[in-house]
């Protein structure tokens, strides 16, 4: 036969061989990478797991005030060991706690569910008002999370390229802004007429004190000294004590409100003068008229 008929008859056979594969594609077909697996620890605080918290801990707040808040309230006095009073040489509680256990009080002499949710929104309104705005800001941030992105880039530094300097103005435009609002709330409490006396009035009810409606120092906490009852002492004289707010603002906080008033300026001059000093200036080159070029 010749050599060109061979070679034409032992193509097919060849062609229709499997190819062997060879050791190595072996084993790499035999060694099989696991499959990634989902980590679950270290999950991050995310603004819908935020607002889910918040969420269910005050439908569980006022569940519990609403339904059981006599049985609640004296729970949590005992934990505090908490027995409040007008008196101060009466009382147990702590200053800390003497304010709580003044707010949980009106739920033992309530007269049942009924009374109970009447109770609730009377004595820590604020604490709800609080609670209602730090949902919606979770919800918010959950809706719109480029947006709650960008205002934590805005206020934070970035933890990649921040240095000393950046956490330093961080910090000082915080305390600025939070000395700021705090200055604006305490004028605003204490400043304007009829609010300011109910605020003297809620201070000192805190405190332990009850000022009486014709004669303000029946209250034998009224006559101890202390810083709040020397000044807010002012708030709850009949008749003018409502009406001249400002008046008692300037008179009885003077000192206060001067050496809020210095912080305030102290952190504006820093907050405006350290990145004048501290903040890296990026130097760029300037292109020349002729830049060499290479053959």
């Known amino acids: 036969m010749a050599p060109s008929l061979r070679r034409a008859s032992l193509a097919p056979t060849a062609a229709s061989r499997p190819s062997l594969p060879s050791p190595e594609h072996n084993n ?5 990478k696991p499959a990634p697996v989902a980590r679950q620890e270290g999950l991050p605080l995310t603004a819908r797991h935020l607002f889910k918290t918040l969420q269910w801990g005050l439908i569980v707040f ?16 005992d934990v505090l060991h908490c027995q409040p009073d007008a008196n101060p040489a009466l009382r147990s509680c702590s200053w800390l706690a003497n304010p709580i256990g003044l707010r949980l009080t009106p739920f033992l002499s309530a007269g049942g569910m009924v009374d109970y949710p009447f109770v609730l929104l009377s004595n820590f309104w604020g604490l709800l008002l609080a609670w209602g705005l730090a949902l919606y800001a979770a919800r918010w941030a959950d809706h719109n999370p480029a947006a709650a992105t960008a205002l934590l880039q805005r206020w934070l530094p970035r933890k990649g390229h921040a240095t000393s300097a950046d956490f330093l103005r961080w ?47 029946s209250s034998p906490c009224m006559r101890a000294p202390g810083f709040w009852t020397s000044r807010l002492s002012l708030y709850v004289i009949p008749l003018a004590g409502p009406l001249l707010a400002p008046v008692w603002l300037v008179m009885g906080f003077w000192d206060v409100l ?9 952190t504006f001059a820093l907050k405006s003068h350290l990145p004048l000093q501290v903040k890296p200036q990026a130097h760029h080159p300037h292109p020349s008229a002729e830049t060499p070029r290479r053959p």
């Open 171 to 217: 910090g000082v435009g915080c305390t600025f802004w939070l000395l700021l609002a705090g200055f604006i709330g305490f004028c605003l409490a204490l400043g304007l007429p009829i609010v300011g006396n109910q605020t003297a009035r809620a201070i000192l009810e805190s405190l332990g004190c009850s000022p009486g409606t014709f004669d303000p120092f």
């Open 62 to 77: 006022c569940l519990v005030f609403s339904i059981v808040g006599g049985v609640a309230a004296e729970r949590v006095l």
């Open 28 to 32: 790499d077909n035999n060694i099989r």
């Open 258 to 266: 001067l050496g809020w008033m210095v912080l305030i300026g102290t």
